[in-house]
Structure formats: C-alpha cells, structure tokens
Nanobody, 122 residues
C-alpha cells in the first residue's frame, strides 16, 4: 500500500522560510496532479498550491509571491518552498497527488499524506 509522506515542517519565526517535501513510501508507476493543502486551527482544509496535469501551477491568493511548488522529476518527490512566513500560515500541511501504483486500478487514484505541522511564531 503506497502512502504519501510529508517532511520539513516545524517551528519558524515570522519572515522565515521552510521547505516541505512529499515522497511516496512505495513503488509508483506515474504521478499526475500534485498539490499542497493546509488546515489551520478552527478552519477548513484549503488548497495552497498545485501542479496540474498539464504542468501549470495554481496558488491560493494568500500565498502568491511567497510560496513555490516544484518537482525534480516526473515522479516524486515534490516540494513546497515557503518564504516570508506569517503567523497566519500556521497549519497542518498535507500533500496530495494522483498516482498510478502497482497495486492500484491502472488509472490515477488520489492519495493524501498524514500531514506535517508548520508553526509560525516568535
């Protein structure tokens, strides 16, 4: 059973930077859409940034110009570079991807990571 695993969260001061990574725990055939979401305390989960199937990117207005989603290859891992962090960026960050896996259905299936906590505080 493939799982997505996030890393790179932690405590950072306002104005600081963090880089999140998303990797798969098992073998995959291909990766399609990729995205980062977050859930802040008391709020619903929201899209932060995504790389669509056509390779285009999309960002939430609140992070444009500060966050960058990227990938090294056609598969995994992929990343979220977060700069100029603000206290309101504090949240659990989740990676999400459409994967084709050896034990899957042969078509892209959606997977979520368990989340990594980012705390922005002085």
């Amino acid at each position: 059973q493939v799982q997505l695993v996030e890393s790179g969260g932690g405590l950072v001061q306002p104005g600081g930077s963090l880089r999140l990574s998303c990797e798969a725990s098992g073998r995959i055939f291909s990766v399609h859409a990729r995205g980062w979401y977050r859930r802040a305390p008391g709020k619903q989960r929201e899209l932060v940034a995504e790389i669509k199937r056509d390779g285009s990117t999309n960002y939430a207005d609140s992070v444009k110009g500060r966050f960058t989603i990227s990938r090294d290859s056609a598969k995994l891992p992929f990343y979220l570079q977060m700069d100029s962090l603000k206290p309101e960026d504090t949240a659990v960050y989740y990676c999400n991807a459409d994967l084709v896996t050896p034990g899957g259905l042969g078509s892209p299936e959606n997977y979520w990571g368990q989340g990594t906590l980012v705390t922005v505080s002085s």
